[in-house]
């Protein structure tokens, strides 16, 4: 049975009962009024009316009170409704009074909408009731009723009739709330009479508010305020509002009978509207759904369109760029014909060259002994008569008494048959100005016949007979250099001659030296010191490659000195970071330094200096450039060794050097390797190598004779396209990706500058002389903005290239053996000594003395993969940017190591430093040292002292003098014993000394660690006497946060032995593995 029907059957059924005595319950009005009295009353007013009608005043006349408000103005844009709440109590009854303004109100020349926002205000009150007493969890006793009790509309006095926003907004109103119409009010008091009453004056007379033959003021308030104020409140609720609620429970499908007159379940109701809900979503959905479906398609056959005419476009392009070929392919053909042709030219010069040389050579060595022979003045005349300049008449006589008469020796020219008694005519010059001819000099050995002078003659035959055809080829190649410098230069007859090239290194190569009578080949220097041979070119370096080397060393002499001439490349007044300087050089030729490092224990004793005293534990490093070898530093450390390498490399450049090809051992192997060394000094023998030189030697093959790369003016990149340009992302920047790919492709990038009429710059680049992108700014924006257009155009033009394979491998470990030799990754200890994974790896190959490889593979675009592999196993492997990729792979490459193999940490980096031996401490035991060593009494100062009175302690009458005996103080360098100097702070040798011997006799595992404190020399000093004491000594850190520790050389086996045991050591401590 239904709820409703048993309320039904229960109400009919009700009887009247009377009552035998008084009950109670007719109290309940009382209580009612309590409740009411206690909770208060709350009555809100909606005043709508024009501006300036005196609504205002209305509301202080009829609550007697004086509201605070601004004044509004008849300049409001739109409709605005303004709400004010006040707190009102009369005797004990608290009334909320929130009275609703409409501000703006028929200001407008538009009044069509100005109704709008007040019904949609009056809505949405009672929409906030309706949400409230939807809610579950309901609070209406404490909820602040916000719905209009009563709407006061106040009409305009013009004397006419009702406008039509009146009507209009009237109409609205009817059915939102109750709707009282206005009257006058008044807040001022006027005396009429003898009583003063409130009134509004007027011209024509006065009107009192109170009396109601004037106005119906005081019937309003009556009815609004004094009796049917609750009605209204009860109206609002039970029409206006039930009125709204039940319109608003419709909309949404809510009703209290279905279509058959029966009861409707609100339950039913919601899931009829739910499913039909979901049944709408479904079908906009599929709506959708199909839509999507034919937009693809309709994209779809977009893109079939423009891919039909990107193939036609490529086909055309495709025809062209054959075409363009073939054209190239024809123009290449004619041009080998002209360079065959000119070398054949050339040879028939070098011919003519080579006699002109042969006939010359015993000339010149006349000439030079008969200079030291008869002075200089003397043969400087003989030389102008020879030469057919006219310097007056010179009488006859003998040059040296008694000297003997030694004919000239014969020109190979004398004996032939076509010579006639007439003398030689002068030839017009060949070439612009004819260019005084210089033959080469012979020095031959004096070892020969116990010292004796060789005749002339013969002289002349043995230096006629070491001219080899390699001389020939060497001289006629710089002569046919020359030559083409003369087409160049019209000061060419001025300062160059016929054999000599354009600076004083170039008359150096014209000179032979021979040390014996067995050389093989023109252009060797037979250096005194050693076995290294100096030679203009080879087999395996032509004079292509090498001139287009002394290129680059000419821009790297040039950088170095503009930078050595910045105040920036000084560290002080008198240091340079000639590291720092020699990088920055190099950069700005457009490539980098390669830095190769080696243990001094893996290099032979025999290819060490003699002259300097060596770690064992040491380093030596070699520095290149473009495959060139500058230098090679040794010291204690690889920072050391650089900074060593770098030093020397600076101090070489500043000089004047030249590009050659030396014998340099790896392994005690002879290899041809390209080095630079002084112009015009023989220099000693050349450093071991350091890497193996074939990797050196394959980076030249494409700069072979008879490719486009073989032009020194070109350099070796003009044979490659801009097409076959490979990015490679080691950069922060474009424009250091840009250079550092152009240094690994062997191509060129240009940037040129233009400044534009509106003072900004362009900056355009060029890649193998072909325009890839320009960009606009200051002169360092534009090239930014230039080369990262550059960059997306070739990043553009790789994804459309295909996968290119490029492998690169990076190699870490321990010293060279023999590869069939494998260690077992089983007896693996992971040595973790930073947070760094590529770190961790290479000092675990270290600690284990196995080799880690990073082999980087090129994948599509700019991603690269990285294989980790140890003693040739895979590890682990990462796809990503070539930055980062070594890094994710190493990353991973550890923990798979950890999960299997224990792991040695090193806490030494990780939190602080404890335990530090400071300086303080360090002089502290060096004092307690000395306070051991008391003066005895037979000591001759001790007896002056006691017979002077002193008993111990300190000097002085009260002992407030030194107490311990006078130090023997030290003096560093050549400081003199008057220098002013602070010493209470220095440490000595034998301070720290002392400190290292006693923790090397003893059994501490806790290492040595110095204090931050210390210099670079006292740390220094610490180094060299933990290598005397078999101590293993490290400085971590850097600047001012650089420390130092010293511990004991452990080996693996014993450190883990310890570890296992003890746990920790140190500060070492042992992992054990993941998973067995």
Known sequence: MAATEIARQVGEGCRTVPLSGHVGFDSLPDQLVNKSVGHGFCFNILCVGETGLGKSMLMDTLFNTKFEGEPASHSQPGVQLKSSTYDLQESNVHLKLTIVSTVGFGDQINKEDSYKPIVEFIDAQFEAYLQEEL???????????????????????????????????MKKLDSKAHLPFAVIGSTEEIKIGSKMMKARQYPWGTVQVENEAHCDFVKLREMLIRVNMEDLREQTHTRHYELYRRCKLEEMGFKDTDPDSKPFSLQETYEAKRNEFLGELQKKEEEMRQMFVQRVKEKEAELKEAEKELHEKFDRLKKLHQDEKK??????????????????RKTAAELLQSQAQQAGGSQTLKRDKERKKYGPQVMEKVLHMAEGIDVGEMPSFELVPGAKKIKRP???LDNSPSRSAEPPRKQPPKFRVRPR??????????????????????????????????????????????????????????????????????????????????TSAGGVVAVSGGSSLLQATSEMFPKSVITAKQCFINKLVAAVRKNLANPDASCGPDKINYTYLLTRSIQACKTNPEY?????????????????????????????????????GYAGSKNGSRDRATELAVMLLQKPVEVKVAKRKFKNTP?????????????????PALKQLDDFIAAMKECAPGQLASDPQQGPSSAKHWTNFVLTENASDAIGILNNSASFNKMTVEYKYILMPNR???????????????????????????????????????????????????KVGGAARDPTKKKDLKDLVVYENSMNPVCTLNDTAQFNKMTVEYVFERMTGMRWKCKVMLENELIAEAIGVKKTVKHVAAEEAVKVLKKTQPTVVNNLKKGTIEDVISRNEICGRSAEEALKQQI??????????????????????????????????EQFKREGLGLDVERGSKITKKDIEQIIQNYAFSDSKIDLTFSTELTNDERKQIHQIAQKYGLKSKSHGQGRDRYLVVSRKRRKEDLLDQLKQDGQVGHYELIMPQEK
């Open 135 to 169: 809610k579950i969890k309901r609070v209406l006793h404490n909820y602040h009723d916000s719905r209009i009790h009563a709407c006061l509309y106040f009409i305009a006095p013009t004397g006419h009739s009702l406008k039509s926003l009146d009507l209009v907004t």
């Open 327 to 344: 054209k190239l392919e024809d123009k290449k053909k004619c041009l080998d014909d002209e360079v065959n042709a000119f070398k054949q």
């Open 410 to 412: 014969r020109s190979p």
């Open 437 to 518: 001819f210089e033959p080469i000099h012979f020095v031959a050995s004096n070892a020969q016949d116990g010292g004796k002078e060789q005749p002339l003659e013969n002289q002349t035959r043995e230096a006629g007979e070491n001219i080899t055809t390699q001389q020939i080829q060497n001289y006629a190649d710089r002569v046919f250099s020359s030559f083409n410098t003369q087409d160049g230069d019209p000061q060419f007859s001025s300062s160059l001659g016929l054999g000599y090239g354009s600076s004083q290194a170039n008359q150096t190569e014209a000179k032979v030296v021979s040390k014996n009578k067995d």
């Open 596 to 632: 190769i490092y080696s243990p001094l224990k893996e290099i032979s004793p025999g290819d060490l200096p003699k002259n300097k005293k060596l770690l064992k534990d040491g380093f030596a490093c070699e520095v290149r450039c473009q495959n060139v070898y500058l230098t090679t």
């Open 671 to 687: 290899r041809e390797d390209l080095v630079l060394c002084e112009s015009g000094t023989p220099p000693s023998e050349f450093p």
């Open 760 to 810: 900004l710059w362009r900056c355009s680049v060029y890649l193998q002389d072909h325009f890839l992108a320009e960009g606009y700014g200051t002169k360092k924006t534009s090239k930014h903005a230039a080369a990262d257009e550059a960059l997306k155009i070739l990043q553009k033009t790789q994804s459309n290239a295909g996968a290119t394979k490029a492998v690169q491998v990076q």
């Open 936 to 969: 005895k009494e037979d000591n001759i100062g001790n007896q002056i002292l006691r017979k002077m009175g002193w008993t111990g302690g300190g000097l002085g009458k009260s002992g407030e003098g030194i107490r311990e005996p006078i130090a023997v103080k």
